[in-house]
């Protein structure tokens, strides 16, 4: 059976029999379950959200307003645009292989590893 590709861009590679991620390849007959996983935010990310909209609502100074706009901002920001990633199951545990901005790459590199995982060698 012939090597079969099911997706290829910038560092990124899926066959029937490979799965190639920059500089690190894993066997297809080792991958048991992929998934796309978006990320949350994180604990600091939250309290920076916290102290931005508090600034922002009970600050009297326009400087603290406006530090608590920006951190507003900033936060609101990572809510619209999370970090996507693609993690990969093996006998050897959960790999968290690419990590993304954008949902389409993401998903379309999962569908890629199922159907590649349909077909493997």
């Known amino acids: 059976m012939s090597e079969h590709t099911y997706y290829t861009d910038a560092g990124v590679q899926v066959t029937n029999a490979r799965f190639i991620c920059g500089d690190r390849t894993l066997a297809m007959s080792g991958v048991t379950a992929v998934?796309?996983?978006?990320?949350?935010?994180?604990?600091?990310?939250?309290?920076?959200?916290?102290?931005?909209?508090?600034?922002?609502l009970l600050a009297d100074p326009a400087f603290l307003r406006v530090s608590g706009a920006l951190m507003t901002a900033y936060a609101a920001w990572f809510l619209l645009r999370p970090p996507y990633s693609v993690?990969?199951?093996?006998?050897?545990?959960?790999?968290t292989l690419i990590t993304d901005q954008q949902?389409?790459?993401?998903?379309a590199i999962v569908q890629a590893i199922n159907e590649a995982l349909v077909h493997r060698a």
Do not use: D, I, W
């Open 87 to 95: 993690v990969v199951t093996s006998a050897s545990g959960h790999h």
């Open 103 to 107: 949902r389409a790459r993401v998903t």
């Open 35 to 56: 998934s796309a996983h978006r990320h949350a935010l994180t604990k600091p990310q939250q309290l920076l959200l916290t102290c931005g909209v508090l600034l922002f």
